[in-house]
């Protein structure tokens, strides 16, 4: 059987829109999230965080939003560019001993449609 | 700054085969962590290290072993390669707990196991 985590959601908007993307996470202890970036043959890249103190954090055309009742997160990316296409990964930071296990979600791939 | 860099960029391994991935940094990072990341799945923690001599398993640590002999080096060590090893490996770091939970990844090194 096919496994479902061969395909990664895809979303594909128009140059100029703006971009949703959404992450369901699993610990409801989780203190701290991490969007990433990862273009294809590359290692993700840091994009924004934010602490689970916070509801709404904002980044030069990004913004996150969590929403610590439902355990979501999503990545709003303003007034989308060619240069936004990539895979976009959320990841929560698990209590642990030493505070740095990270969880990742499986990613979403976003194409910008010219 | 070089940041974080992983040797080799592409490996073919036969069954049964040893080998060694290598990644330096050259930020003084005391975090160091060795990733996998398999076709339209999120990344899944190795091993990791809080400091010099010190390491520890994450989630998929079978088949793997780790050291830190010092700050800059964290090489995985694949002691006898199998075909479920074929993957992405990234290696990552950051400075640690109360001061900023950034990682910055490596550019990967994609393995095939035949």
């Known amino acids: 059987g096919e496994s479902v985590g061969l395909h990664l959601p895809t979303l594909s908007v128009q140059e100029g829109d703006n971009s949703i993307i959404n992450c369901a996470y699993s610990n409801s202890a989780s203190d701290y999230f991490i969007w990433y970036k990862q273009e294809s043959g590359k290692g993700p890249q840091f994009i924004i965080d934010i602490r689970s103190n916070m509801d709404k954090r904002q980044g030069q055309r990004v913004t996150v939003l969590l929403n610590k009742t439902v355990k979501h997160l999503s990545l709003q990316i303003a007034a989308t560019q060619p240069g936004d296409s990539a895979v976009y990964f959320c990841?929560?930071?698990?209590?642990?001993?030493?505070?740095?296990?990270?969880?990742f979600g499986p990613g979403t791939r976003l194409s910008v449609l010219p | 700054n070089a940041g974080v860099t992983q040797t080799p960029k592409f490996q073919v391994l036969k069954t049964g085969q040893s080998m060694t991935l290598q990644c330096a940094q050259d930020m003084n990072h005391e975090y160091m962590s060795w990733y996998r990341q398999d076709p339209g799945m999120g990344l899944r923690l190795i091993h990791y290290?809080?400091?010099?001599?010190?390491?520890d398993q994450g989630e998929v640590p079978n088949g793997y072993n780790v050291s830190r002999s010092t700050t800059e080096d964290f090489p995985l060590r694949l002691l006898s390669a199998a075909p479920s090893q074929t993957s992405v490996y990234f290696c990552?770091?950051?400075?640690?707990?109360?001061?900023?939970?950034?990682?910055?990844f490596g550019p990967g090194t994609r393995l095939t196991v035949t």
């Open positions: 290290s809080v400091g010099a001599g010190i390491t």
């Open positions: 990841a929560e930071k698990e209590e642990d001993n030493y505070g740095q296990n990270f969880v």
């Open positions: 990552a770091s950051s400075y640690g707990p109360g001061q900023e939970y950034e990682q910055y």
